[in-house]
């Protein structure tokens, strides 16, 4: 029967062939339509768990490995794993399970528990749950291939269609696909089903539950270009030309050898990177042979006359248009967006794009959006990129896991560089249920997965192999380093392979060898010592900081003991409280200053984030770790403090921004060091004291000038002069009064900037600010919509928290709403929710295909209501 079988499949292979020859690849999205349920059928749970069923899951993306020959690849055993499971099977009754949309994070559904951990946020992220979608096949389908892309599910996801099993993938972070075809049914319908399982013990912060980013549906002739095998680069660029690499991998998925030629077309983009006009240069036509069930490589030089350039004031993208042709017909044709930009990293220069040193003003951020969750949205996304770039921010870190797609497109199209990261651990891992458990079978499909997905984005300018890994400890740990290094450089060698190291060693220890670019984490004092003793050694700040504040909290008296500033669970703002292995931000600076040779700085974190709430971690092996007798012992206090009440953080207070999207006091810090050029000044804390008439209210002032003078109901505070490695203005003997502060700032003996702070009177009213009133009416775009408890003036009532109620007519909903507390255990989906220190956050989605007014009414008790219209279209 075998050779029958075999003559089959040529057959069909053929007849494949001709019939996708009219219709090259389509892409559609598959977010639509899915039924939901958090559960598992009885006994099922232990049927497949990973490690019994792992040689199944195994073979998925074997092509992403390089293999010196096809029989080496793995072979997925015979048998149909969970097969006989009610779930699985297309004619399973599901019209009882939660009809939803994705993407979709059942975690931040809450609701919020005190008994669940406080490092991952106080919310049921973990489990097991389901999803189901049924959808229908042309039957012009018939000959294609048919693929299932998920960009993101956490975790451990399995997927069937039809009741056979066709592949899984246990890290929730990187993007993969499964072939569906050998059991899709075109002409009928079809049904999909994924099963993922979050292990409780697998984050050390809030990683999301579900299907949390795009799916979509990829339909392709046999032959065709592989997933993510198109890869442009810019070797050689003048003013007058630039040479563009584009090399191709085929894919014949047919058994029988196919004569195909490839042709390369470069077109000029628009900013979506969408090609617009005419070519601007096309190649010649290569003849390749794909041998059948085999890949094939191929690729073209071409010459872009006076090319424009990526940087980050001009973001101009070329888009490289690869088209497959066999037998005179097209059979596939890919888009694939770049950009013509220089890196260089050095080891006395920093970063050079284009020619030009870049400083690096960067920030860690993980990948949740606040209220809404790990679920991916685009415009939420946006407006953090918007918020980051008015600090100064021009470069992220994907701390610590592969991105979301769209996050680099943004990044792309806003001019911002990426360390693009994969791993939080490697072998040894930092949880029970980490990464750690499954690094030695997945690691290199990872890293190869990520890097071929995001290697034509002109934003990357790093590869990171992984975040503070134990293994810097290990006297042979470098020789793993070496390995991931290795598997980077074999994947793209046009940028540098960097670490992020909290171990001083790091630099000393054979790690320095292995990596391009050593990437200290909270080291500002090992720059020189690195720097003497490897001075062709080329080093950044891939982790700074870890300041720790609550946006509108101050706390007195002041004490510049980092470990100091805590009360009620809360952070004071004045931006002298750091983790006990991390620093101010004065620090860090001195660090870089004192060093101009380091190429820059990531801030731990851009945004605060669900989970790690440090120092408040309900952890005895987070809070007993300090170095010294003294630490322990307040340690020990905090500690027993904690036990008596459950921890009451969600979230981080990390941030330079707040969970809710609003800058805290450090963003302007920041700004004043980040934009030397902008003429601000930024005067704390807030000046409504009643209780501290008389008593030493010590004032800060943020700015880009040198120099101050503060007044206090007019009368002078003193002139202050920032010396050498200062950064911000303080007179610390201030006795609070009521009334106004004025400073006047100056730059080089002018006037540089001024700004006032005063006390507000009661609370009286509420406005409603939205950062967007025209959206899009495609169930996707938000408004953030800023509420703000006024005085009778419109001044923020700085310390209010009143109670508020929301509510919205017209074609949108209220999909989230947050305060920025990190103690807040309101639910993100509630229409009703505190203020905190004057302000709140609603956030309002459109529905999909409703055009119209949107009207947003905001209510609370004793105060004149408010409403803004939006308009979807």
């Known amino acids: 029967m075998k050779p029958i079988r075999l003559l089959l499949a040529w057959i069909v292979s053929i007849a494949a062939v001709s019939a996708a020859d009219t219709s090259p690849r389509e892409r559609i999205s598959f977010n639509n339509g899915w039924r939901f349920t958090k559960d598992d059928p009885l006994a099922v749970g232990e049927a497949l768990n990973y490690e019994r069923i792992k040689d199944w899951v195994l073979p998925t993306g074997d092509e992403l490995l390089n293999y010196k020959h096809p029989a080496q690849r793995v072979r997925r055993p015979d048998g149909n794993p969970a097969g006989d499971v009610t779930y699985t099977r297309a004619a399973f009754d599901d019209s009882k399970w939660r009809s939803l949309d994705l993407p979709h994070d059942w975690g931040i559904e809450g609701p919020f528990q005190q008994n669940l951990d406080g490092e991952t946020g106080k919310l049921p992220w973990f489990g097991t749950a389901w999803y189901r979608k049924k959808f229908d096949v042309p039957a012009s389908d018939a000959g294609r291939n048919v693929y299932l892309e998920i960009d993101g599910a956490m975790s451990y996801a399995m997927v069937w269609i039809n009741g056979q099993f066709v592949g899984g993938w246990p890290y929730g972070y990187s993007s993969w696909r499964v072939d ?148 005179g017909k097209v059979v596939d044709r890919v888009l694939t967006p770049f950009g013509i930009r220089s890196i260089e990293h050095t080891a006395d220069d920093g970063f050079l794009l284009n020619g030009e040193r870049v400083q690096l003003y960067g920030v860690c951020n993980h990948h949740d959006l606040g209220a809404l969750g790990a679920a991916i949205n685009t415009r939420a996304l946006e407006r953090q990129l918007e918020i980051l770039r008015e600090m100064g921010g021009n470069a992220i870190r994907t701390s610590h896991n592969p991105p979301a797609p769209e996050l680099l497109e943004l990044c792309d199209r806003m001019g911002f560089l990426v360390m693009d990261e994969p791993f939080d651990c490697w072998a040894m891992g930092k949880k029970r249920d980490d990464y750690g458990r499954v690094f030695h079978d997945w690691h290199e499909k990872d890293l190869r997965a990520m890097m071929r997905r995001d290697r034509n984005h002109p934003s990357v300018i790093q590869w990171s192999i992984g975040n503070e890994v134990r293994e810097q400890f290990e006297p042979d740990g470098w020789k793993l380093a070496a390995h991931l290094a290795a598997i980077v450089r074999e994947e793209d060698s046009s940028r540098p392979v960097v670490g992020g190291f909290n171990n001083i060693q790091s630099g000393f220890n054979g790690f320095q060898r292995v990596v391009d670019v050593v990437g200290y984490n909270y080291k500002p004092s090992e720059y020189a010592p690195l720097r003497k003793r490897h001075p062709h050694v080329m080093q950044m700040g891939a982790e700074t900081a870890s300041t720790l504040s609550t946006r509108g909290e101050y706390f007195f008296p002041i004490s510049d003991d980092k470990l100091e500033g805590r009360s009620d669970f809360q952070m004071s703002s004045h931006d002298l409280s750091a983790a006990r292995w991390a620093h101010t931000p004065d620090t860090e600076w001195r660090g870089l200053d004192e060093n101009p040779f380091v190429m820059g700085e990531f801030v731990w974190t851009g945004f605060d984030y669900l989970g790690e709430p440090t120092p408040y971690n309900a952890d005895a092996t987070n809070l007993m770790n300090y170095a010294n007798p003294v630490d322990r012992e307040r340690a020990a206090k905090e500690l027993a403090e904690l036990g008596k009440i459950l921890v009451p953080s969600r979230s981080s207070y990390f941030g330079i921004i707040d969970i809710a999207g609003f800058p805290k006091d450090r963003y302007y810090l920041y700004q004043a060091r980040w934009r030397p050029e902008l003429k601000m000044a930024y005067i704390l804390p807030h000046w409504n004291w009643p209780d501290r008439v008389g008593e030493i209210t010590p004032v800060f002032v943020y700015s880009s000038g040198d120099e101050a003078e503060l007044f206090l109901n007019g009368k002078s505070q003193g002139r202050r002069k920032r010396g050498a490695l200062e950064y911000r203005f303080r007179w610390n003997e201030v006795k609070y009064e009521p009334g106004e502060l004025k400073v006047v700032v100056y730059k080089n003996g002018a006037v540089w900037a001024e700004n006032v702070k005063r006390t507000t009177g009661a609370a009286a009213k509420l406005t409603l600010t939205p950062d967007r009133a025209t959206l899009r009416a495609d169930g996707q775009d938000l408004s953030f919509v800023t509420v703000t408890v006024a005085d009778k003036d419109g001044l923020m009532i700085p310390r209010a928290k009143n109670a508020l109620k929301f509510t919205l007519t017209g074609p949108g909903e209220i999909l989230a709403t947050d305060n920025g507390d990190p103690t807040s255990f309101e639910s993100f989906q509630s229409p009703e929710r505190k203020a905190f220190n004057g302000l709140a956050l609603v956030i309002v989605r459109t529905k999909a295909g409703e055009a119209g007014a949107i009207t947003l009414k905001a209510t609370g008790e004793g105060l004149a209501p408010a409403e803004v219209a939006l308009k979807s279209e």
């Open 180 to 327: 569906l075809t050998p059991h899709l049914k075109p002409g009928a319908e079809n049904v999909v089903a994924i099963r993922l399982d979050n292990p409780r013990e697998s984050s050390r912060w809030y990683p999301g539950g579900g299907i949390y980013r795009n799916v979509w549906l990829l339909k392709t002739s046999p032959i065709q270009v592989a997933q993510w095998g198109v890869f442009v680069t810019t070797p050689t660029i003048t003013r007058d030309a630039a040479s563009v690499d584009v090399g191709v991998t085929l894919d014949n998925k047919t058994a029988a050898r196919a004569e195909v030629k490839v042709g390369v077309k470069l077109f000029a983009a628009d900013a979506y990177g969408k090609p617009v006009g005419d070519a601007v240069v096309s190649g010649e036509e290569r003849q390749v042979r794909v041998e059948p069930a085999r890949q094939a490589n191929v690729s073209h030089t071409l010459r872009v006359a006076s090319p424009k350039l990526w940087g980050l004031k001009e973001r101009n993208r070329y888009v490289a248009e690869t088209t497959v042709s066999h037998e």
